[in-house]
């Protein structure tokens, strides 16, 4: 009976794991419930010897009568008999809760359909468990099902799970081997003893279970202990949180993918109006919805959303803009956001960038990395908002002393997919003058929005990947902001700087007042990353009436950059000087050999591979980084025995100077006999080591002091002339060998005993938890 | 303790350090007195038995420990002279009794006889009423005979005809015997053999030593050249003295515990007594206060486990089968018993 009911533990123990999905504890109940119902039905079907196959057949049957009974009572006939009615409406709440699982994200709200779900999952876990565990007697097997329940939230929260929720499963499963190995061993039969107690009903199976037990923690102790010495990667969880994500399922909000989504909005017949908005200065902004970060060669795509509580918009402000220093002037805006009521599931904000606070009703998150703002259940759709957000305004100066970005940085935005040389050769060419990653940027626009003859066109196949990029720049040249924003990201990362794409709506038109965003406004543009000032936009797209209308391009993408400061502007013409002659020639300017290999050869430190070392190094350093971890662990002892030593030394006792003197044999691995007495001890030293005489006194010495305090009569003095530990350990050591010498100082065994011993009482101590057992008392 | 068995008899030699000279803490009091008074015993019988320092000394411990003592060994090799060396040396009354087999036990203990003159009966002591008793071939007595001892060596009384009469102090017996395998012996009872506090062996001396024996035995006995170096009340100040040597609880636990070792292990069918850890420690006492200390090391245990305990012990079936000898349990029981450590 022991082993079904630690079955139904060691699953309630893993199902608890399932906590951070849900909003709520009602489904813990639910699945309790299922637990029991389902190892209730199989134990007693078990029982009865002809019906025993039918176990878990009986263990469906147990959850389905449970599921109706809890659910769908008034459908059922005698409360928990399923008919068909009640089947239905069964399967109506599932399918409600297969929908909030679609549209929410973790936490869930506790809605019927998801409580259903949670219960029956649990309960068929359960089924397994006990099939593997008690039907089939594999105890081990069954952690395959207890390991897929454990992986639902592992998979689907952003963070990792807490790893008390990880030893809490794995203890209900080490509950459930040590259960099955008694019952095993209790088997074999019936010790034969002279007193008949009733512990001696069965095999005494507590020495195995103690060794079980060490066993165990020992390794829930190392799973927990090893990850943090290890040099830790990057975290990528399993799934995608749904955009451009890997398909459909999941317990994740599906949206689609904005970029994707784009031409399709572009292209509607009518243009109808998404948001309207007034702002403190009166001047349009673009605003950003989603930010993508990610390009894996085929979809530009969005790091998963990191959705915590803390960043709830209503409590505290949006986290600070990466990258922003407080030396680029800023400008403070305040923008008022009314989105139409017809808008349906805009789950991001459309916001200016970088947004400082916003003011809106609901649960609203912003992503400390990218400042999207979203929700996993709010929608905007007839929300009016207010958004404080900054203009930034670097100077020239700061513009132009950005150097290469944070390592950090560099690594995340700086996937860049296999390209062709000649699209690498031509991104070489098209900033061949440019001096800085600024210059770059701007001879990037330029190439894109002039010099390079790009024509604005929707009649284009949808599609981003790494090939039709090459094409869109290479050959055709036409294209809508989807192709002009990746490939002006793609081709930004090829020099190195951190790039993304956003996506959301042009400032769009004013009109009464106020700015009036519509659905033809839907846009997408590259945003780069300069070190120092942050993420800066750039717009590629031709505007106007051949391009995306209300598309303009940023100030300081302008030629005259827009600074007040009189110091910087004499800098600016000469700036804007010496790149506009050169701004022609650039795309076809390679008739020149001599300039060409002069470009190629900078052009290659740029792209060439010593940025792509400058990737490996970290690597190996955070590789380096860990071992020097483990060796700093693995050099603890040393510390310890050197300050056991001086504690010693400066106590001045005879058992001081005893214990050292035991402790250096130790580490030298000689042995001591138990029935040495210290005088035999010294003798014996003295005969093997060939002690001079000198060495020799001084350790009968101290062994006749220890032996007086040990066995005489109390009142003789506890000190020990001070020279002579340092001399017998000085003998002790000459008379070993280097490498005994060499292990005594960096793996000293004294001090790697007492450690031992530490970790053999922390598991007694456990050992002496689990005794304490409740039994019922025989009268 | 290194167990030798030349002719399938074990033999037990003393480990070297038991050849360590008496020595004095130089400290004054009682334990010099004891240290230069042993001394002079054990040069004295020195004198007498060529390189036999450890049984000598043994014998020295066995008295200060107010002990009797066993000497086996086969035929010959001076059991009787040590016995009568450490008799001479000491200025007591000393009797000898020769045990045979038609030996009763009134001739050790003594009559009641008729006096006519005095018309009543007068009690007639036997030789056991002397300071230091030498009962030679002790195993060729009945075992009637041999139980006569019992009572005196435990209780340094006598009982005949309902009287009991004290002995004086100091009392030892000195008892030899030839090892029990060989023609017309008597076992010693178990009984009996717990009595004495130890049993040593001979063993045969070394050519060197055999070859100076042969010279000084070729003139004249040197026993009879041996004059008393000290009296019985000097020895009895000495076993005073031996009493106030001081045991560490540790080490009694010691005792017990190598004791209690003996009647745990498997290989020994009857393991040592009560009255056998009191020989211990009383031993234990005397060891150390010869070796000029007030107080009892374990290894003064550890030297005195094998002659003071290995006599009492029969070995189980299992070890006499596999050849084993109670000598060799005993060294491989103080090889396991961890020594005490602080308390």
Known sequence: ?779 | MAVGSQDGTPHLNAPAHLNAPISAPGLGGPLDELADTARRIHDAIESVIEGKSAAVRLTLTVLLAEGHLLIEDVPGVGKTMLAKALARAIDCPVRRIQFTPDLLPSDITGVSAYNQQLREFEFKPGPVFANIVVGDEINRASPKTQSALLECMEEHQVTVDGVTYELEAPFMVIATQNPIEMEGTYPLPEAQRDRFTARIAMGYPEPAAELEMLDVHGSSSPLDKLQPVATSAEVYRLIEAVRGVYVAPGIRRYAIDLVTATRQTPELRLGASPRATLHLVRAARAHAALSGRDYVIPDDLQDLAVPVLAHRLLPSSEAQAGRRHPEQVVVDLVRRVPVPERS
């Open chain 1, 1 to 779: 009976m022991r082993l079904p009911i630690t079955a139904g533990v060691a699953t309630a123990a893993v199902a608890l794991s399932l906590y951070p999905l849900f909003d709520g504890w009602n489904w813990l109940w639910s699945a309790l419930g299922a637990i029991v119902a389902v190892i209730a039905a199989a134990t007693l079907t078990a029982r009865a010897p002809v019906a025993a196959p039918f176990a878990p057949i009986a263990g469906v049957a147990g959850l389905l009568l449970y599921l109706t009974a809890s659910f769908t009572a008034k459908h059922a006939f005698l409360v928990f008999v399923p008919t068909p009615s009640s089947l239905r409406a069964l399967a109506r709440i599932a399918a409600a809760g297969f929908q909030d699982i679609q549209r929410f994200a973790a936490p869930v709200p506790e809605k019927t359909g998801v409580v259903l779900i949670a219960a029956a999952g649990v309960g068929l876990i359960a089924l397994l468990v006990d099939m593997c565990a008690v039907r089939l007697r594999r105890a081990a097997l069954a952690g395959l099902p207890l390991l897929a329940l454990f992986t639902v939230p592992a998979a689907v929260l952003p963070d990792a799970v807490p790893w008390p929720v990880f030893v809490f499963g794995a203890a209900g499963f080490i509950a459930l081997l040590i259960a099955d190995g008694r019952e095993r061993l209790g088997q074999w039969g019936r010790p034969v003893l002279l007193h008949r107690t009733h512990r001696a009903e069965r095999a005494d199976s507590t020495p195995l279970g103690v060794a079980g037990k060490r066993i165990g923690f020992a390794a829930v102790g190392l799973s927990l202990a090893v990850p943090f010495l290890t040099p830790a990667l990057e975290p990528s969880p399993l799934f995608g949180f749904g955009v451009g994500g890997s398909g459909p399922g999941g317990n994740t909000i599906t949206i689609p993918n904005p970029i994707v989504g784009l031409r399709g909005t572009l292209t509607l017949p009518a243009s109808a109006t998404v948001l309207t908005y007034k702002s403190s200065d009166n001047k349009p902004r673009y605003l950003r919805m989603h930010s993508l970060d990610k390009f894996d060669g085929v979809n530009w795509t969005m790091t998963p959303a990191d959705g915590r509580a803390e960043h709830r918009v209503a409590d505290s402000d949006v986290p600070e803009p990466e990258g922003l220093s407080t030396q680029v002037p800023v400008t403070p805006v305040t923008t008022e956001v009314k989105v139409a009521d017809q808008v349906p599931e805009l789950r991001f904000l459309p916001l200016p960038y970088p947004p400082r606070r916003v003011r809106a009703d609901g649960d609203w998150r912003a992503d400390p990395r990218t400042l999207v703002v979203w929700s996993s259940r709010a929608e905007a759709g007839g929300m009016t908002y207010q958004v404080e957000s900054l203009d930034v305004k670097p100077t020239a100066e700061q513009l132009r002393a950005v150097g290469r970005p944070p390592r950090d940085v560099q690594r995340r935005y700086s996937f860049t997919p296999e390209v062709s040389e000649e699209f690498r050769a031509l991104t070489r060419r098209v900033v061949a003058d440019a001096e800085t990653p600024y210059e770059q940027a701007m001879a990037l626009q330029r190439f894109f929005t002039g010099s390079g003859g790009f024509t604005y066109s929707l009649q284009v196949p949808e599609g981003h990947n790494a090939s039709a990029l090459e094409e869109f720049v290479m050959r055709s040249r036409t294209g809508y902001c989807e192709q002009f924003a990746s490939a002006f990201a793609l081709m930004a990362r090829l020099l190195h700087i951190p790039s993304r794409v956003a996506v959301g709506y042009t400032g769009g038109s004013l009109a009464g007042g106020v700015f009036e965003v519509r659905t033809h406004d839907a846009h997408a543009w590259p945003e780069l990353y300069f070190d120092g000032i942050g993420w800066l936009r750039f717009e590629p797209t031709p505007s106007g009436a051949t391009g995306q209308g209300t598309a303009s391009p940023p100030d300081h993408s302008l030629p005259v950059t827009p600074t007040g400061d009189a110091t910087s502007s004499p800098t600016t013409p000469e700036d804007t000087a010496s790149a506009a002659p050169a701004t022609p020639g650039v795309p076809r300017g390679d008739n020149d050999p001599d300039a060409r290999r002069g470009r190629d050869d900078r052009g290659d430190g740029l792209l060439g591979q010593d940025a792509l070392q400058e990737e490996g190094l970290p690597v190996a350093a955070q590789v380096g980084l860990g071992l020097l971890a483990v060796l700093l662990v693995a050099a603890l002892p040393i510390p310890f025995r050197l300050a056991v030593r001086q504690r010693r030394r400066l106590a001045g006792t005879v058992h001081a100077a005893w214990d050292e003197l035991r402790d250096t044999l130790e580490d030298l691995g000689i042995a001591r006999e138990p029935n040495e007495s210290p005088r035999a001890l010294a003798r014996r030293l003295t005969e093997a080591l060939g002690l001079d005489s000198d060495a020799a006194d001084a350790l009968r010495r101290l062994a006749e002091a220890e032996e007086r305090l040990r066995y005489a009569r109390a009142g003789i003095p506890q000190r020990v002339a001070p020279g002579d530990l340092p001399l017998v350990r000085a003998a002790l050591l000459a008379a070993a060998t280097r490498w005994r010498r060499a292990r005594a100082f960096a793996a000293p065994a004294s001090t790697l005993r007492r450690l031992r011993g530490l970790g053999t009482y922390l598991l007694d101590a456990f050992d002496r938890l689990d005794n304490i057992r409740i039994r019922p008392r025989r009268t």
